[in-house]
């Protein structure tokens, strides 16, 4: 710009001078060529003058009557009387008079002569030596006619050539006029001079005004300072450039976007995506994002408050830096004002407030009330109820840029998406947590939490050689119950009956429920004729147990009861439940309404069971006698088949067993790995000969996870067959797996690696859940099927489908509901937003594919 401007400079004074110059030139030329053509004129005007004085000077003498030669000689004495001087006469004589007086010696008359002699025609003339002529016809009168008796009045008979030597006049006229111009020639240099100086000066101001304004341009908001107002500039054209940079400021201000803000806005748009590492430390996150904010424009705090259903969680403010006391109780009462009016949080009297700072090394500059503005930004669902209220704090002219507000309004939603969905997934995860270990229907806990605590148990036993007894609790004729009255009456004696079962054992007894009308009590430190009395106990308070039916009917049941000891009966928790169960059963072949506690023979019994299923499993590994089974996966939508699961059946001469009879004994055999082998394997080669391209399920055992070999193996099957490992999804279960997570972890890591899918089996059931879904990239989640049996007449099993169903579509994973048994149930789960259903109304297991 300096540049510029200097060469605009030099060029208005290279023009000024030259303007002057021309000026000055055009001046003296237009002077001189007025004064020369006045001195023409006086001079030919002279001439005419001293020709018509001569022609009558002339006239008198002739009328005079001097003869010939006293004409010449006046003739003669008129010349030399202008001798001298720039004057001259010269005297013509026409025909007519030669012809009368014969010719004189004279001049051959030139063009202007002629025409006066012959015409008549007065000559006027100034020649190119500057010589003023004058020509002037002597025409005669009646009294000529008495001398010149050949003429007749009107003709020519001579002319008079007046002429006037200019040249040295015109000389001396212009050098005079010079001489006079050269006196005053710096005058029009020094107005040049210093119209220059104005202009300068004005260009200068101007200049520097536009680059002042320049310089503070760094972002598209800066262009405001271009289109601020100013005096007159001096000159009406810089004004309109002015004007005209304004008006293109503005346009560029609701047009242009930084490139910081537009970086920005990508960065933003990433922040959308919610990971497990957000959900655990979103308040470094909000920070983070509060940091990142002040890249592009300044703010000095956001906020965040959500209510989910209801529970009012604390109201967070994050500061930029260090707040004054002053700054914090402006801003709680502006935020208190803001829920106020809003009717989600009209009626929250007491909130806990946590303030945050992002950059504990920062202390905020006092920001006036008025300066200081609060922008926000609420959220109401119905479906979950979710209500929240973002905002941020900004200096009150950040609003005056569009843009920048359209960029806060980003900030915002960011703001209520993440923090949102983080405060729904805790209060869900929370309830999730819950529900994963309770029972929703009587809130004991649930047969997955049991096995953990039994196992617990053992161990705890284990260390201080203590026993404890195991109870297992089933229900007499209850279907009789549910089939008399309906599953409502049947439901409510469940919920009496485990209040019951709960307040009739001590405050150090697990208890919980199984299944169905199944229950289990583990009894610490309990054993013998204490843990039998403890069994005959419940036996008699079943009997008062009651559920009264709309209809006053009194639904009653009564119970048998198994108990097995540890140690004394068996030393692992498989076993010694399998005991208790069948002493269970036991109770119910006697006669129901009793405790049954084993004897030798029981237990003799027992273990030869066990022993015949161990030699079943070995055989079919052997023989590779165990079949795969395909149970169909269907899409909710579409209800298109999409997915085939891999069930395990083994095939004897006493019939078909389900991979629940075998599954845990062989892993407690160590042989599990084995059959999965053959199950894969002969999957795979009836599912390439089928044609079948959807995805399938394959159930993975925690045991064989350990196994070096087996992830390797797997991936020999897979290739060989030709199938793409991308089809297959490989579903884990919670069983013994959580111990080792580090393990697990590698497990995973390669199984991703290599291309295949990973889905979580039984989510729900257990605390497990959670842990997997934040440490490994699951691709889909089966919901445990107790929830989904219940999901239309059970408004707990509901909004637990829903929950998960929502946890999974926030965290990019599909979810699968398993038993789903009919209609009903399907157009539940895919109202709650469920991806896929799998169960018996969907298909059943085959050992082929033909749907």
Known sequence: MATATRSLKSFILTASVLTSMLFFGGSYWLFTHIHQTSLRKAAVEQS???????????????????????????????????????????????????????????????????????QGKIGQAVTRDDVARYVFPLKAEARCLQCHQNAKPGDVLGAIDVRQDMASAIATSRHEFLMAVLWLAPLPFLAAFLVVLRINASIGRSIGILKSRVEQITRVDDLRFLNAEQGSLGFREFDEVFDQIRLVAHRLRTLAVDKDLLEFEIRLMEKFIITSEVVKDWHEYVKELLLEINRVMESYALFCIFKVEDELFNLDIFWLGKPSDDQRQEMEARIRGTLLANPYFREVTEIVINHTIADPSRTLQPVSATDMDLQTKSLLVETPKIGGIVGIGVQADELADSTRALVMDSVLSTLLNVVGSVKAIHKYTKDLEYYATRDP??????????????????????RHQQRFALLVIDLDNFKSVNDTYGHHVGDQFLQEFAATLRHALRLEDVVARYGGDEFVAILPELAGDEAYAAAERLVAIASEVLAIAPNGGRAKASVSVGMAIYPDHADNKKDLFLLADNMMYKAKAEGKNRAVQPNDADIAEAFRRIGEKS????????????????QPIMHTGSRQVEAVEVLSRIQTEQGLFEAGEFIELAEKMGVIHKLDYIVI?????????????????INLSPRAMVLNEFLPKVKEIVSRHGMEPSRIVFEITERETIKSISLLTKFVASLKLDGFQLAVDDFGSGFSSYHYLKHFPIDFIKIE????????????????????????????????AEYVEDEEVLQQIRAAGVDFAQGWHVGRPQPTIEF
């Open 681 to 697: 394997d002969k999957a795979l080669a009836h599912i390439m000969e089928r044609g079948y391209t959807g995805l399938v399920f």
């Open 48 to 118: 005419g003058v001293l020709a018509r004085m001569t022609f009558q000077a002339m006239s008198q003498v002739m009328f005079a009557g001097w003869n010939r030669q006293q004409l010449q000689d006046f003739a003669a004495a008129t010349r030399n009387s202008l001798a001298g001087t720039r004057s001259s006469i010269t005297l013509y004589r026409s025909t007519t008079v030669s012809s009368r007086f014969g010719a004189i010696d004279q001049p051959e008359g030139d063009a202007l002569v002629q025409a006066a002699l012959t």
């Open 785 to 816: 099927g107790e929830f989904v049996l219940n999901v239309c007449r059970d408004e707990t099993d509901s909004a637990f489908v829903r929950s998960i169903a929502t946890l999974a579509k926030d965290l990019g994973i599909r979810s699968i």
């Open 441 to 462: 229907l009587t809130n004991l806990y649930n047969q997955r939490v049991f096995w953990e605590l039994l196992e617990y148990e053992i161990g705890r036993a284990t």
């Open 615 to 630: 030699q079943m499993v070995l055989h079919a590994i052997e023989q590779k006698s165990v079949q795969p089974y395909f």
